[in-house]
C-alpha cells in the first residue's frame, strides 16, 4: 500500500505526534526508514531514508534518531515507535549501559553507535516521550510511516 492510499484508508489513531518506522526486505536486506511530525492530523514534515544492506533494527533505530533530531529540543511531544525492543532499549536499558561504559551485563550491544546516538538526543529532549505503538492494527499515522519506510526499503533494493 502506498502511502497516499494509507491516508485515505485509515482515519483512527492519535492525530498528534511523531510516528516512526524501519523495514527491511530479508534481515538483513536492503531497508528503510521513516518519521513523520503530525499536529492536528496534518503532516508538519517527514524524513525518510535507505540503506542498501542493513537489519530491521538499525533501520528502526534510524527512524527513531531521525524523529528526535527533527524536533526542537524543548518540543513536548510522543514519538511512536512499533518496535518495542527500540523503545526498551532509550527507555529502560540506554542510561544502565552507559553508566557501565557502554556494556551490557550478558555481551555487547548490537548496533552500539546508533544506540549511543539515540540516546543523547533522548536526553537532549527532556519532554518527549518515546512510546510503543502496536504495528498493523490501522493506526493512520504509524501505517502511513511503515508505507513510506517500507517504500525506502523497495526503492533500496532497485538501486
Not at 75 to 92: F, G, K
Request: proline share 4%.
Amino acid at each position: 500500500m502506498t502511502p497516499e492510499d494509507v491516508l485515505l484508508q485509515y482515519t483512527r489513531g492519535p492525530k498528534r505526534g511523531v510516528f516512526t518506522d524501519g523495514a527491511c526486505e530479508g534481515n538483513p536486506g536492503p531497508g528503510g526508514w521513516a518519521a513523520v511530525w503530525v499536529e492536528d492530523d496534518q503532516v508538519v514534515e517527514e524524513r525518510c531514508g535507505d540503506a542498501a544492506h542493513t537489519t530491521n533494527n538499525r533501520m528502526e533505530l534510524m527512524g527513531l534518531i531521525e524523529a528526535l533530531r527533527m524536533l526542537p529540543a524543548d518540543a513536548e511531544i510522543t514519538v511512536y515507535s512499533d518496535s518495542n525492543l527500540c523503545v526498551q532499549t532509550v527507555n529502560e536499558w540506554a542510561k544502565g549501559w552507559e553508566a557501565r561504559g557502554w556494556k551490557r551485563k550478558t555481551g555487547p550491544i548490537a548496533n552500539l553507535e546508533l544506540v549511543q546516538e539515540l540516546w543523547a538526543l533522548a536526553k537532549r529532549h527532556p519532554r518527549v516521550a518515546i512510546r510503543w505503538i502496536k504495528a498493523h492494527d490501522g493506526t493512520r499515522w504509524n501505517e502511513y510511516a511503515d508505507a513510506l519506510a517500507a517504500r525506502e526499503a523497495s526503492l533500496a533494493r532497485s538501486r
